[in-house]
């Protein structure tokens, strides 16, 4: 491809709204141009990079025996109705009404279309197992839109579902969409981690976030610093065996606390360690009080309180809630007195507190020397709270250490959540009418794109590895003015192209210094440069990655590129 001809527009300037490096980046370089907040268009360059995504995502799937199909993004909303998700899914659900007053939903995934389309045609076990995937643009309107395509409300994914007779077959199915997912983003160059995660509005359990390390990543990975165990810090089980310290209990008393309503007032006004005091907080768990405590130096885990709860809401109870449950402000309440009828629960650290202090359920007022059991009852224990840094890797292997990720890809086992409530089913080799078990696997293309820039740039732009890069090689005659240059230049893409390389040509009649800036801000792995020794037939090779630069001989040119090639791998 001539540059001359590209339409691949650079900007000089960082765009003021781009906060991501890869929004930054992507923008300036021309791969991608915004039309409105959370909404791109992809130049050639952004449409290149990822076909070559696509490409790779294709041959794994097909490797594990997928089928591609292809289905519509326009949705009618009965199918939603269906499985009752139309009710629940939140407002990020795109709807919307054709001229008939019809309702429809933009597709955010596709769970309830390929439910119904394999309800209508599968009827028998002996068709099953069968893996379909697509890769489509999917819509939802996100609140807050940011980081250029990791945030968007217009993007495009790879959705997969696995159907299955029993839950045996989906366990093969889950590992092997699993293992197919390592290679995509492996093949991607990617610094990764499969890790444990909540499945949320899909419903289902068994679950899995691929999640590439960034510090834009708005998620937080909980990781062992010597094994592959890793998991949402949502998600990551806390195994620690807590010290109870062999004193003698004292006498619980009340104290005067005023205006020290925080754990860290509480520690800091009686000159004790926070992880001395019981902090308890009111929930609202599917509209019944329970009253969560953790050791003060921990925080209580939403998610894991859900689960241990078997609920399906949770929420932190207001103050006005508190004040008319416990008769007490938010900052002094405790498990002491508690009135008839609420639910006690504590994380497993909570047992170990040895005359610990707690709030009184009075204004201005704490227990000290407070001890459970003894002074209040727990109806049960379980581990609540978040992990942290420090804790002991609960694989037993190493210590957790944290880091930021960004989300590019998500496994589920669904089940039977969407073939009972559709009514999907087969018969078994019983004749027996069972419904099918289901998997829901997703790549979100377009982020993974934006993921490897943020993973994979330098202060002069994008650092392409060559599996992904727009083209294979960067040509780039210096002065189009000098015949020898362009002679030369000319006779080389000729010969390139002919040797079945993709080549961008830069014939633009530029100042060098804007060539070079714009190769290095595209970042195509290999440059090779026709300048002022190509009357002799020397010209340039550089690394872009490294910068290293080699003078070579044009016949010795197809040799040089397959030796960069494969240090850029």
């Known amino acids: 491809m001539r540059q001359s001809q590209l339409y691949s527009p650079t900007l000089r300037e960082v765009p003021a709204d781009a906060e991501a490096k890869s929004h930054q980046l992507l923008l300036r370089a021309g791969f991608i141009r915004q039309n409105v907040s959370g909404v791109y268009s992809f130049l050639p360059l952004g449409k290149k990079v990822l076909r070559k995504i696509e490409t790779i995502v294709r041959e794994e799937m097909d490797f594990i025996g997928s089928q591609e199909v292809l289905m519509p993004a326009l949705q009618p909303s009965e199918v939603w109705e269906e499985s009752g998700r139309w009710y629940t899914y939140g ?92 290679n995509v983003f492996t093949r991607c160059g990617l610094d990764f981690r499969a890790v444990l995660a909540d499945s949320g509005a ?79 907080l009111l929930w609202i768990v599917d509209e019944q009080p329970v009253l969560v405590l953790t050791r003060g130096d921990h925080q209580i885990n939403d998610i ?84 942290k840094e420090g804790d002991p890797s609960p694989d037993g292997n190493g ?3 944290f880091a930021k990720g960004i989300e590019v890809g998500h496994v589920f086992k669904l089940g039977t959540r969407y073939s009972e409530s559709m009514n999907a089913e087969i018969l078994d080799k019983n004749g027996k009418s069972t419904p099918i078990v289901m998997g829901s696997y997703g790549i979100g293309v377009s982020r993974t794109l934006a993921a490897v820039v943020e993973q994979m740039h330098d202060e002069n732009g994008i650092l392409w590895p060559t599996q992904l890069s727009p083209f294979d090689l960067h040509l780039i005659c210096v002065n189009p003015k000098n015949d020898s240059q362009s002679a030369l230049g000319e006779k080389l893409y000729e010969e390139l192209k002919s040797n079945r390389f993709d080549v961008l040509y830069d014939d633009r009649k530029e100042r060098a210094g804007v060539k070079f800036t714009d190769a290095d801000l595209i970042g195509i792995p290999i440059q090779i440069i026709v300048g002022k020794r190509a009357e002799e037939g020397i010209i340039e090779m550089k690394n872009r990655k490294t910068g290293h630069k080699d003078e070579v001989h044009v016949s010795e040119l197809l040799a040089s590129i397959a030796q960069h090639q494969a240090e850029s791998r």
């Open 202 to 280: 899909m419903g289902g359990r068994d679950t899995h976030e691929f999640m590439v390390l960034s510090e834009i990543g708005e998620d937080t990975i909980a990781y062992s610093d010597r094994s592959e165990f890793a998991a949402n810090i949502e998600m990551a089980p806390v195994k620690v065996i807590y010290a109870k310290k062999d004193s003698e209990l004292r006498e619980k008393e009340i104290i005067m606390t005023e205006n020290k309503r925080s754990i860290k007032d509480v520690a800091e006004f009686l000159d004790i360690p926070e992880q001395e005091c019981i902090k308890s």
């Open 399 to 401: 210590t957790i250490v």
């Open 91 to 182: 407002p990020e659900l795109m709807r919307l009404n054709d001229r008939h007053d019809r309702t429809f939903a933009l597709g955010a995934t596709h769970e309830e279309l390929i439910t119904s389309l394999l309800r209508d045609e599968v009827k028998s076990y002996k068709k099953l197992p069968m893996v379909l995937y697509q890769i489509q643009t999917k819509f939802r309107d996100e609140k807050r839109p940011r980081f250029g395509l990791l945030r968007g409300r217009e993007f495009i994914m790879k959705d997969a579902y696995s159907f299955d007779v029993d839950q045996e077959g989906l366990d093969r199915n889950y590992d092997n969409i699993f293992h197919a997912y390592k």
């Open 304 to 387: 894991k309180l859900k689960n241990a709860l078997e609920a399906s809401i949770v929420k932190l109870a207001t103050e006005e809630q508190t004040n008319e449950i416990l008769n007490s402000e938010i900052g002094f309440i405790g498990p002491v007195n508690v009135p008839d009828g609420i639910k006690v629960i504590a994380d497993e650290a909570v047992r170990s507190v040895v005359n610990g202090v707690c709030g009184a359920n009075e204004q201005d007022k704490h227990f000290v020397n407070v001890n459970p059991d003894r002074d209040f009852k727990v109806d049960f224990y379980d581990d609540l709270r978040f992990i």
